[in-house]
């Protein structure tokens, strides 16, 4: 069993409420997506072919003795099968997933954090497909996580708005502005001017932005 790899490496949680939290990052290769503002296009590209022993002995190698989380991100890391993957590394670690959050897989239910995305009209991909929005809330509602929506406008606000009054937004949902687009001052007014009517709600920033780290 091999998964397309585009890099491993260990570094500082940057987003959502694992924020800060040290972490060994999988990023595997490939998506189903191609977002206007993507800042891993590198990712889209093939990546290196490893079996699932070969990644699993890498994050042990990058891991500093005390970390306790592996993150599989991309691209889009629902778009392989990561099943053995994370049956590889569960022993080791806490594993959490970031997604797209166009896709559904029975995996997501071993996962001990979800991190989904809800795509707002300036990605170029809006979220249209509730069925699959509501599994994934039923997924986080299991286990633990969050949506996550980047915002480059007042429309994708609006969009966002127009979303949680659709869908039960019953789990934590994470906002956060788009790097080099709008700030995080424009996005705070936003919450401030007119807040979402959703209970668990963080407006945040990327760390790994502010701190230049990876
Ligand atoms: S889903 Fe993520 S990795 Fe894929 S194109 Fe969009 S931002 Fe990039």
């Not at 079996?51 to 989380?69: P, R, Y």
């Not at 170029?124 to 996550?148: F, M, V």
């Not at 424009?186 to 001017?193: G, I, K, T």
Request: some cysteine; glycine content about 6%.
């Amino acid at each position: 069993m091999s998964l397309e790899v585009s890099e491993i490496f260990f570094s500082l949680n940057g987003e959502g409420l694992l924020m800060g939290v040290p972490t060994l990052f999988v990023r595997l290769s490939g998506c189903n997506l191609r977002c206007t503002w993507c800042d891993t296009t590198y990712a889209w590209d093939p990546g290196r072919s490893l079996s699932v022993d070969q990644i699993k002995n890498q994050v042990l190698e990058k891991d500093n003795g005390h970390c306790q989380w592996a993150l599989l991100t991309g691209g889009e890391p629902l778009i392989q099968d990561v099943r053995p993957l994370v049956d590889a590394l569960k022993p080791h670690y806490k594993i959490a997933i970031e997604t797209n959050g166009s896709l559904y897989r029975e995996v997501l239910h071993d996962m001990d954090f979800i991190s989904a995305d809800i795509k707002p009209p300036s990605s170029g991909n809006p979220t249209t497909e509730y069925g699959t929005l509501t599994k994934i809330i039923d997924a986080i509602t299991e286990r633990s996580g969050q949506l996550k929506a980047i915002i480059a406008s007042r429309e994708d606000y609006a969009f966002i708005r127009a979303l949680t009054r659709e869908c039960d937004i019953t789990v934590p949902l994470v906002l956060q502005p788009c790097w080099g687009s709008v700030t995080y001052d424009f996005l705070c007014n936003l919450y401030l001017e007119s807040p979402l009517p959703v209970e668990s709600i963080r407006i945040l920033t990327q760390l790994h932005k502010i701190g230049n780290i990876k």
